[in-house]
């Protein structure tokens, strides 16, 4: 799968393999970056006083089956390395090396999990390790989605937006990234997009979710025409929901804290958000 990801606390690199070269790219808070499938990476936490926070997005459009799986190229029994189930004589072959030196590396050296503490003299390591060897120009930075001016900013709240269009590194996974930040008893606009889904995720505060959609089918034609539904639902911390295309929604903050919302627009390249209320609203130019 490819991988979006927004960084949402802390600091740490993302190191990943591109035509022959370890590229690192450092991360911190606000920070958006993508990797293409099939590519191994890892990510590293950078500061010993705070946990790294990460929310990524993982588009399946490669798989045949929907589904995504995580294949570790570096592991024992915990993770299983996936080289780890050739045949003794192949691996043997490949490597040129013998089952006693394969045996610790591919099968019984690694049982921590897949998430492990690195010592202090193992992070030196890799710090010297990224001084030379590292190239990478031609693949671009992260972004930082919180150093720049927000898109549209007023007394009820403000929007940061990045997407495919703005961003080499989203155009490729055609996914645009968005972080709305709403001040006690403020909404949205009522609106739908064009072309986008939508993955919102609450990051703190609470509030509200309104979203019509059409009506069962067996339930439409009962009522003789296109018949719509009102979906109501409480929002809180780590709340995930989704909006379809065409979908109108609105999310409204509760009179005690501000609410804040992490979205990743899948297939952002053309979309266009109409609004159905207020200045920009699209009814206003229809005859």
Known sequence: ????????GGRGRVAFVHEERLVERQLRDGDVYAIAAGIPFYILNTDDS?????????????????????????????????????????????????????????????NRGAIITVSREQMERLSRGRIKGFGGSEEPQPFNLLYRNPDFSNNNGEIFTADAADHRVLRRLNVGVQLLNLKPRSMTAPHYDTRSTRIGIVRNGRGILELVRPQEQEQQQQQQGPTYQKLRANLNPGTVFLTRPGYPSTVIASGNEALQILYF????????????????????YLP
Do not use: W
């Open 50 to 110: 705070r946990r790294l926070f990460i929310h990524c997005l993982l588009r399946t459009q490669c798989s045949t089956t929907g589904l995504y799986e995580s294949f570790y190229v570096v592991g024992g029994r915990n993770p299983q390395n996936v080289l780890s189930q050739f045949s003794e004589d192949v691996l043997q072959a490949a490597f040129n090396s013998s089952k006693a030196v394969l045996d610790p590396m591919l099968v019984s050296g690694f």
């Open 1 to 8: 799968a490819d991988l979006a990801l927004y960084v949402t």
């Open 265 to 284: 627009d899948i297939n952002s390249q053309g979309n266009r958000r109409q609004f159905l209320a207020g200045r920009s609203n699209v009814l206003r």
